[in-house]
């Protein structure tokens, strides 16, 4: 069957292999998605989640009695006081942006810790121009690079000390940029750190591609506000669109208002049959980012077995599911990405080739032969056509469709 679908043998004794030499990471990952089915099943449990909180609203939604079961379940889940869970939402860029325009005020600053965020912000907060960004309305923007990977707390305290900050965002994933995605504890002493400066500031967290990683989320241990999308981890692969904040209850109400409308906020948003698909999205979710960290862990070993540069390492802890690999030639990129896609069970005879991408300056491949348009918990991979030309790659709905797919793209790139 491999031969048929054009593995040679060498390429499957490798992958195999390389599998064989990874058992224990994928252990420890198996003790990770109990604990965190677990922690599903409880939700739903505590929150007597029937059949009638699937039925749809439209209009205006009111009195959606599933919406509300959901939010609770979710507010539940991230042990936060409120949550807005929402199909509203057209991505995680979208939930930032309102998360952003909901919690900042004109004359407001905000900081970035972990450098620039994701190029998608970028014409958000101004840091390229743009009429509709927080800059136009007068919210300022400063950064504070990491150092080695790891925060500078010392540049962090100090700026923090002078009492008029308003929000500091941490990205945990590393999106396009070349630094290591943050980890659990580090995120976790910083945040102490930021509380005992300033227990006023908003410390929000982009909480993309890290659902579910591990056994706690950033929102266990102080964080303000936590924002993810739903075509990633938590909509397990079903979930067709939509996004969610958690956290505080006052500044869940100020987003949800910017959601919607003042006055209004929460109380509002048909759910139009989506409330079945997150539930069950969300049931599937901490199964398939196992499957997702166990695809990475895969690709990670076998590609530095074949003397690539990989981040992270088969072996090292994890707080995301996106995994690097360094090629530093546009040509091995593209062929990589490009297997990939040929491994996807939809649209695999396509050729992804680079293009211009709305919100980003270089031009990007993406291989993502997914049943959702942009899920990036289904196996997909893209890179920035830029040195030292990362790719980057994440998902996998099952363990198994991620390593043929791995296979696959270690066939086209030799």
Do not use: W
Not at 84 to 95: E, N
Not at 295 to 300: F, G, M, W, Y
Not at 377 to 383: N, Y
Request: glycine share 8%; net charge negative.
């Amino acid at each position: 069957m491999y031969k048929e679908y054009g593995i040679t043998e060498e390429t499957y004794k490798l992958v195999n292999k390389c599998e064989k030499e990874v058992t224990e990471e994928f252990n420890k990952v198996n003790e990770i998605c109990e604990y965190n089915s677990l922690k599903v099943l409880k939700a739903f449990h505590d929150n007597n989640l029937s059949e009638v909180h699937f039925n749809e609203s439209t209009g205006y939604g009111y009195d959606d009695i599933g919406r509300e079961t959901i939010e609770k379940i979710y507010s539940e889940i991230f042990g936060v006081e409120d949550s807005l869970v929402r199909g509203q939402f057209i991505s995680a860029s979208h939930a930032l942006n309102v998360t952003l325009f909901g919690l900042l005020r004109p004359g407001d600053t905000m900081i970035s810790i972990c450098g620039k965020p994701y190029d998608t912000l970028d014409e958000v907060i101004g840091i390229r121009e743009n009429p509709s960004s927080l800059k136009s309305f007068g919210v300022k923007y400063e950064q504070i690079d990491l150092i080695d990977n790891d925060f500078d707390y010392e540049k962090i305290s100090k700026r923090l000390s002078q009492k008029n900050v308003k929000l500091v965002e941490i990205q945990r994933s590393r999106g396009y940029a070349l630094r290591n995605s943050i980890t659990l504890d580090k995120i976790k002493k910083v945040i102490k750190l930021i509380k005992e400066v300033d227990e006023n500031v908003i410390i929000m967290v982009d909480n993309c591609y890290g659902e579910f990683t591990n056994f706690e989320e950033p929102s266990n241990f102080g964080a303000d506000v936590c924002v993810g999308s739903l075509i990633k981890n938590l909509g397990g692969g079903i979930a067709p669109n939509g996004a969610y904040v958690v956290g505080r209850k006052d500044l869940i109400h100020l987003v949800g208002e910017r959601l919607t409308l003042p006055g209004e906020g929460k109380e509002v948003g048909p759910t139009l049959g989506m409330n079945k698909k997150i539930l069950q999205g969300l049931f599937f979710a901490p199964s398939v980012v196992a499957s997702s960290l166990k695809t990475a862990i895969l690709t990670s070993k076998v590609m530095e077995t074949l003397g690539y540069k990989v981040q992270p390492r088969y072996n090292e802890q994890r707080t995301d599911i996106v995994q690097t690999i360094e090629f530093n030639d546009s040509e091995k990129l593209i062929k990589y990405c490009q297997g990939i896609q040929m491994g996807s069970p939809v649209d695999s005879n396509s050729i992804p080739v680079p293009g211009d991408m709305p919100g980003y300056e270089a031009k990007v491949i993406m291989a993502a032969g997914a049943f959702t348009q942009g899920s990036s918990i289904e196996l997909s991979c893209d890179a920035p056509l830029r040195e030292p030309f990362l790719a980057f790659q994440q998902g996998g709905l099952t363990y198994e469709y991620g390593k043929i797919g791995l296979m696959k793209a270690v066939q086209n790139l030799k």
